[in-house]
């Protein structure tokens, strides 16, 4: 069982960046692929980046292609998503999900969430 524990949201005006964290307990967490999803008010639940666990990256290029960069620490058991040049349409509950060894973009594939971070730009 993986235990998943988003932080680093806030309010931000547009331009400004952002550094959320995913701290992961239990599990062996190298062998899993660290997702982070973003929910916005009245849209569905959208992948934004993937950190494979055998080290490669995944983005949703359509929205945050440039902009934000996923990373993980496998010695502190946690991926990181530092978004930049943040716009308000960025705006949505940011949810970091963990799979064993996956390689998916879908919701469906993750077994494991997060509560959640608020991630609110606007000047």
């Known amino acids: 069982q993986v235990q998943l524990v988003e932080s680093g949201g806030g309010l931000v005006q547009p331009g400004g960046s952002l550094r959320l964290s995913c701290a992961a307990s239990?599990?062996?967490?190298?062998?899993?692929?660290i997702a982070w999803f973003r929910q916005a008010p009245g849209k569905e639940r959208e992948f934004v980046a993937a950190?494979?666990?055998?080290?490669?990256?995944?983005y949703n290029g359509d929205s945050v292609k440039d902009r934000f960069t996923i990373s993980r620490d496998n010695a502190k058991n946690t991926v990181y998503l530092q978004a930049n040049s943040l716009k308000p349409e960025d705006t949505a509950v940011y949810y970091c999900a963990a799979c064993i060894s996956c390689i998916s973009r879908k919701l469906e594939s993750y077994n494991y969430w997060g509560q959640g971070t608020q991630v609110t730009v606007s000047s």
């Open positions: 950190s494979r666990w055998f080290g490669g990256t995944a």
């Open positions: 239990g599990g062996s967490f190298d062998s899993y692929s």
